[in-house]
Every structure is written in C-alpha cells, then in structure tokens.
C-alpha cells in the first residue's frame, strides 16, 4: 500500500484556495456568456426561413461542436498574436469556454422551445402578440423549466472543462497544484485534493439548479 502524505497540500492550501477562486471567477463568466450567446443561438436555429441567421447559427455550431475546446484555447491564446492580437490569458479562457458551451447550450434551447406546444403561440398569436413578444411572454417561460436539467449537465461538464485554461498559463486550482507538485513531487495527493474541490464546485452547481427547477415547476410554469 502506498504511503498518503498530504502536507504539501496542507502547506499550499492558501495557493489552492486562490486557484479555486480563479477557477469560480472564469467558470461564472463562461456561464454568463454561454447562456447569452446560447439563447441568441438557439433562437437563430429556429427559423429556417431567415436563411442567413438559420447558416451562420447552425455552421458555429457545426465548427465550435467538431473541435477540441483545447484547440480552440490553443488558437485564441497563442494563434491569434500572429495577427497583432493579444488578448489577456484569463479573456482567452472566459471566451473559449463561453463560445465552446453557448454551442451546447443552443441545441438546448431549441430543443426546449420546440417542445412546447404548437397551440401555445397559435394562442398567443391570435389574440394580437408580435412573434417575439409571444416568444418572450408565453414560449420562453414554459421552455425555461425544460432546459434546466440538461443545462445543469452541461455546466457540470463547462466546469470541469475548466482544468484546461491552466494550458493557457492561467493562476486556476490546477495550475496551482502543479506548483505545489513540481516541488513537493506528490502528485497523487495533490490532484486527489483537486478533485475534491471541483467535486464540491460541481455538487453545488447540480443543488443549485435542482432547487431552481423545483422552484419553477412550483410556480406553474410548465404545462
């Protein structure tokens, strides 16, 4: 059996505490920005008839979906400087990881706008709503408790895909505890005290959408 020492943990615990707040910081402006450009998305996915919005939509989705969400860090962090473009590392992170989720978060929104009944917007449309004010009034609302379940998977996923952005040298949990590791060389220990913090950051993020989806579902909103 192995020996456990986890002291190099204890001793850099303020560094991880750091790296978790990092961590958190990028994760919610991800968030933030994948649910805005999701729902922009997804709303652009819907018409087949506005051609142009329907092809732009749908091709980002097709390209952001198809390739590694590491490449496309790889790509904001180190290709775009051939072009004079320097973007800061932690501004790289927050804008792959949003524009990689926001293609998730798209097929989401779709997929739960559409399934609210057909009669639903009928209604709202003959008793004198515009489109969008029916969208906004009676479609989005029944939608919106549909698409938390499957948003809750996909920002447990966006938060684990969060270990990635160390690669583009930013400060996160991981990155911190590889510092602590390429001078304690206690690896095991260090990335099983990693794996408890983005367990924790995870479980938090499934509760929390939990109590929002019953709450929604209390307050009627799905018929």
Known sequence: MPEFDFSPVFAGWEDLLHGTGVTIEVTLCSLILS???????GLGR??????????????YVIIIRGTPLLVQLFI?????????IMLPAFFCGVIG???????????????AILSVDNGQMEAARSMGMPHSQAMR??????????????????????????????????NDVMHEGQK???????????????????????????????KL???LRAGGMVQ
């Not at 819907?46 to 091709?59: F, G, Q, S, W």
């Not at 938390?148 to 998977?153: D, F, Q, S, T």
């Open 137 to 170: 009034i009676v479609i989005l609302p029944q939608a919106l408790v549909r698409m938390v379940p499957p948003l809750a998977n996909e920002f447990i996923a966006l938060t684990k895909n969060s270990a990635l952005i160390s690669l583009v040298t930013i």
């Open 180 to 210: 602590i590791i390429s001078v304690s060389y206690r690896s095991l220990e260090v990335y099983i005290a990693i794996a408890g913090i983005y367990l924790v950051l995870t479980t938090t993020i499934m509760f929390a959408l939990r």
């Open 35 to 41: 649910c805005i450009f999701g729902i922009i998305l």
């Open 76 to 84: 904001l962090f180190f290709g775009l400087p051939y072009f004079n």
């Open 97 to 111: 990881m949003g524009c990689y989720s926001a293609s998730y978060v798209s097929e989401i929104v779709r997929g």
């Open 213 to 215: 989806e019953n709450r």
């Open 46 to 59: 819907l018409d087949p008839k506005k051609r142009i919005r329907y092809t732009l939509a749908n091709t």
